[in-house]
């Protein structure tokens, strides 16, 4: 793999992006918004510089926006007298972030190109600026998205996977959104970046036996049994950089979610994490194509969409 020529990969992506929908395009805004990705690019930038926590929060949330009925800027709509939506869904309470930051890319977007780009295509952009900003892959994003008008409270609390899952329901959790296990592992490195709340990992550290036990007692101490839900740990050792580190530390049993540590513990995955351990380059190859390949996912026919001038309410 080492002697894989790098132009060759970058343009395959490029290939697979382009092809991969044909609803969606590179270029989709080339003539109507040609400053698109420039804004959204120095939108990131920004606010990666200020917390570099943000290019992982950015990530987080485009993952659970697409997870729930396809990438259509669903989660960033706020509850209505007639809508409970995603924000609150018992994985996103009080943990998902960085909807300030959209918003102000989206007010840059609407001033240089009204009423013409979806927040879908922002957050999809976005995600990918801040892995890139943080020292992760490139890779391009097709564009042509549409805002839901709509919002499911119920079914992001059904189709999210949860910190303390298994193997086989990670499996067929990704399955159902047509992932296969080796793009589900890929796609699971996105937390070489970014913090977790204790309350997300507080049963992994005092319960799980497969875990490293200077690893387990460093996390305690500013997770204990009872309070401090909110306090934060980074997912993996080196969470300001993308790199595999995340997959390092799964081989030293130093994963900080049960469902991290279940990708190396004895089952179908364990080879494919070491292979990503000691090739960075396979892991971003892998990855950068997951993401292109979640990107697609498209809302169920029928949603009604439109391009929302506020990401957090329908016009």
Known sequence: MAS???????????????????QLSSRFYSKTCPKLESIVRAGMAKAVNQEK????????????????????????????PTMRGEKNALPNRNSVRGFEV??????????ACNGTVSCADI????????????GGPNWVVPLGRKDSRTASESEAN????APSSNLSTLISTFAAQGFNAREMTALSGAHTIGMAQCR?????????TNIYGAFAAQRQANCPINGGDNNL??????????????????????????????????????????????????????????????????????????????????N
């Open 200 to 208: 997300f990992f507080r049963s992994r550290i005092y319960n799980d």
């Open 53 to 80: 926590r943000m290019g992982a929060s950015i990530l987080r949330l485009f993952f659970h926006d697409c997870f729930v009925n396809g990438c259509d800027g669903s989660i960033l709509l706020d509850d209505t």
């Open 233 to 314: 740990a980074p997912l993996d050792s080196t969470n300001s950089m993308f790199d595999n580190k995340y997959y390092v530390d799964l081989t030293n049993k130093r994963g900080l979610f049960h469902s991290d540590q279940e990708l190396f513990n004895g089952g179908s995955q364990d080879g494919l994490v070491r292979i990503y351990s000691l090739s960075s380059l396979i892991f971003r190859l892998d990855f950068a194509n997951a993401m292109i390949k979640m990107g697609n996912l498209s809302p169920a026919s029928g949603t009604v969409t439109e391009i929302r001038k506020n990401c957090r309410v329908v």
């Open 158 to 161: 059904n189709n999210l996977p």
């Open 123 to 134: 957050l999809a952009l976005a995600a990918r600026d801040g892995v890139d900003l943080l």
């Open 102 to 111: 959209i918003d102000d890319i989206k007010t840059q977007v609407e001033a």
């Open 4 to 22: 894989i020529n790098v132009s060759y990969l970058f343009i395959l992506l490029f290939l697979l992006a382009f092809s991969a929908n044909a």
